[in-house]
């Protein structure tokens, strides 16, 4: 089993930035691949960033491309999300997850969830 702790969220202004972390725990070995995503009120979750742990491949969703960076410490077992530029439709919950296929954009191709973290932006 792999247990994910998200951290970081909050109430941010447009424009502004949010570092979001995720802290792997128990069988890390088994996830080659951390992703993060999102879901907003009342919508579907989406993909935002996959990465594998080496930080070799790395992947965005075009929405973020410019805007998000993930990033990874496997020596901390914890990836990053570093957001800037943040608009209102960024608000939701972010979730990060483990798996081994890359670039994983779909939930169903992991296998380990976080409980998630609120970001909000206000306009």
């Known amino acids: 089993q792999v247990q994910l702790v998200e951290s970081g969220g909050g109430l941010v202004q447009a424009g502004g930035s949010l570092r979001l972390s995720c802290v792997a725990s128990?069988?890390?070995?088994?996830?080659?691949?951390m992703g993060w995503f999102l879901q907003a009120p009342g919508k579907e979750r989406e993909f935002v960033a996959a990465?594998?742990?080496?930080?070799?491949?790395?992947h965005y969703a075009n929405s973020v491309k410019v805007r998000f960076t993930i990033s990874g410490d496997k020596a901390k077992n914890t990836v990053y999300l570093q957001m800037n530029s943040l608009k209102s439709e960024d608000t939701a919950v972010y979730y990060c997850?483990?798996?081994?296929?890359?670039?994983?954009?779909?939930?169903?191709?992991?296998?380990?969830w976080g409980q998630g973290t609120h970001v909000t932006v206000s306009s």
């Open positions: 128990g069988r890390t070995f088994r996830s080659s691949v």
């Open positions: 997850a483990a798996g081994t296929f890359f670039p994983g954009q779909s939930g169903s191709q992991y296998d380990y």
């Open positions: 990465m594998t742990w080496s930080g070799v491949s790395i």
